[in-house]
């Protein structure tokens, strides 16, 4: 048996009478990019599907790094790595950008937790775990591909499952105006940031 080596064409609805085989026949395109290291069984049921969206990324029952992921992850490593050597000062605004991005997640993991809601993890990056380290009910980790974060909150969107014992704590749950506070609590870090900025530069190179 090879790897799938599939395109979205096969993913077309008029092949299929309904929507779970178009998911799984998707689910075929998904793995072969994102999780080539798990080809010989590429035909991910669509719950599995769907918890990888919810999450961000892949999921693995154990918590542990992929194989897949750690090749990424060095690949990504010396990517870095050579851009500082050859481009310092696109290297700095890189690391700027990603110090912007955790604290956008910052905004929204402290905001629902103050608001009651059940934050479950809270990852840098994309794709394969690299490594993750779960306190109290938050798992904290990064993932291979540098390109953002997340923040898993329970009951965020339609594709989340909530536990019975979860069900207040859910954001689906909430007032409105504690819903509005999340998921707008990323973009306010940023105005936090440059008037930081701002009144960090002006005060010490200003005139």
């Known amino acids: 048996m090879t790897p799938p080596s599939m395109t979205i064409s096969r993913c077309r609805p008029d092949e299929f009478g309904d929507i779970y085989a178009v998911i799984n026949e998707a689910s075929v395109v998904y793995r072969g990019v994102i999780a080539a290291d798990r080809w010989k069984d590429p035909y991910m049921p669509a719950h599995e599907l769907r918890d990888e969206i919810a999450a961000g990324g892949a999921v693995e029952d154990d918590g542990s790094p992929t194989r897949n992921g750690r090749v990424m992850g060095l690949v990504m490593l010396a990517g870095l790595v050579a851009l500082a050597v050859i481009s310092p000062w696109t290297f700095v605004f890189v690391l700027g950008l990603l110090v912007c991005v955790f604290l956008h997640e910052v905004g929204h993991f402290w905001t629902a937790r103050l608001t009651g809601m059940k934050a479950t993890q809270f990852f840098m990056g994309f794709g394969p775990r690299l490594y993750s380290r779960t306190k109290g009910e938050v798992e904290y980790g990064v993932r291979a591909l540098p390109l953002g974060a997340f923040v898993r909150i329970v009951g965020m969107n339609a594709l989340d499952e909530v536990e019975v014992g979860d069900e207040e704590r859910a954001y689906r749950n909430k007032s409105f105006p ?28 200003g005139r």
């Open 178 to 205: 504690r819903q509005l506070l999340v998921i707008t609590a990323g973009s306010m870090m940023h105005f936090i940031v440059a008037l930081l900025l701002f009144v960090g530069v002006y005060s010490t190179a």
